[in-house]
Nanobody, 127 residues
Framework: VQLQASGGGLVQAEGSLRLSCAAS????????MGWFRQAPGQERDFVAA????????YYADSVSGRFTISRDNAKNAVYLQMTSLKPADTAVYYC?????????????????????WGQGTQVTVSS
């Protein structure tokens, strides 16, 4: 599975961005997908995750109510709509796929659940 994240950029505080993650390769059968982010000098943190069918979503407390994760299995794509962005949201955002593992609840927050990672896309929020 290859993952290609896109949509990052520079935006002012309170602005919006939409990240996309396109999957290719072994895409027959959907799998849990997640978004993580990593700021300079920080660990990679969970942002959001979505179940195989898209009927269950999870969010980090820091983005709940501002970010929305969604997927289009017909297009093998996952999206992260980010609104009311804050300078603290500045980071490299990574999409990830849990192809061989299943997860529920807080289990989906762990990076170790995800088998494949995209290359990351930079999001910079200016104050």
């Amino acid at each position: 599975v290859q993952l290609q994240a896109s949509g990052g950029g520079l935006v002012q505080a309170e602005g919006s961005l939409r990240l996309s993650c396109a999957a290719s390769g072994r895409t027959g059968g959907s799998y849990h997908m997640g978004w993580f982010r990593q700021a300079p000098g920080q660990e990679r943190d969970f942002v959001a995750a979505i179940s195989r069918t898209g009927d269950t979503v999870y969010y980090a407390d820091s983005v709940s109510g501002r970010f929305t994760i969604s997927r289009d299995n017909a297009k093998n794509a996952v999206y992260l709509q980010m609104t009311s962005l804050k300078p603290a949201d500045t980071a490299v955002y990574y999409c990830a796929a849990a192809v061989y593992n299943a997860c529920t609840g807080y289990g989906c927050y762990r990076p170790s659940v995800y088998d494949y990672w995209g290359q990351g896309t930079q999001v910079t929020v200016s104050s």
